[in-house]
């Protein structure tokens, strides 16, 4: 089945404490993102990597970092979670030559 | 600022009725798409319109892109509460392959 997957689902952690969200897609896409979704602010890009070792910056990138060493994988490093990062996170993948782009089904991240 | 912006937020409306969602831009894009969420779930694309003025029918649904390209607009035909969901548009800038705007959504509540 095609499909994205983000691993956790529900994260809950403490101010300062480093944590990954994998993201991983079996679809052969070159286009991976990730966002944020907040109430009433609703889906920003953090950032967006257009093939393997190519990233860059969305609308949010400020405290987190990514990195695409393989094309299947796209991983979010929070390297000193704050409160301000709490949120609900998606991952996202497309081909390169067609918009639809597949969500996955989120991670919702608590910081405390 | 926002890039696309939204009307209205919220929409409570009765079973069978008409409505009409609106995502307006003073920027030009090469697409504009239509995504549906549903609790718990990331976005999942319900259609993209492409071309100035392209209008297109998803059942019930009617998609429309502006003459300009600046705006597009989402009307449902009758309503059902199976309708239910946050609704949002997202537009691809020409030169910004990997980046994709979202507007902050429009969440439809049809009750029986």
């Known amino acids: 089945e095609a499909q994205v997957t983000q691993n956790p689902r529900y994260l809950i952690t403490v101010t300062g404490k480093k944590l990954t969200v994998t993201c991983s897609q079996n679809m052969n896409h070159e286009y991976m993102s990730w966002y944020r979704q907040d109430p009433g602010l609703g889906l920003r890009q953090i950032y967006y990597s257009m093939n393997v070792e190519v990233t860059d910056k969305g609308d949010v990138p400020e405290g987190y970092k990514v990195s695409r060493k393989e094309k299947r994988n796209f991983p979010l490093i929070l390297e000193s979670p704050s409160p301000n990062q709490t949120s609900l996170y998606f991952c996202a993948s497309r081909h390169r030559s067609y918009n639809e782009q597949f969500f996955g089904p989120g991670t919702r991240l608590t910081v405390l | 600022t926002q890039l696309l912006e939204q009307s209205p937020q919220f929409l409570s409306i009765q079973e069978g009725e008409n409505l009409t969602v609106y995502c307006n831009s003073s920027?030009?894009?090469?697409?504009l798409q239509w995504y549906r969420q549903e609790p718990g779930e990331g976005p999942v694309l319900l259609v993209t319109?492409?071309?100035?003025?392209e209008v297109k029918k998803l059942k019930r649904l009617t998609f429309q892109f502006g003459d300009a390209r600046k705006d597009s607009s989402l009307h449902i035909t009758a309503a059902q509460p199976g309708d239910t969901g946050l609704y949002l548009c997202a537009g691809v800038r020409g030169s910004t392959l990997g980046r994709l705007y979202f507007g902050r959504g429009t969440q439809l509540t049809v009750w029986p």
């Open positions: 920027s030009v894009f090469s697409s």
């Open positions: 319109v492409v071309t100035g003025g």
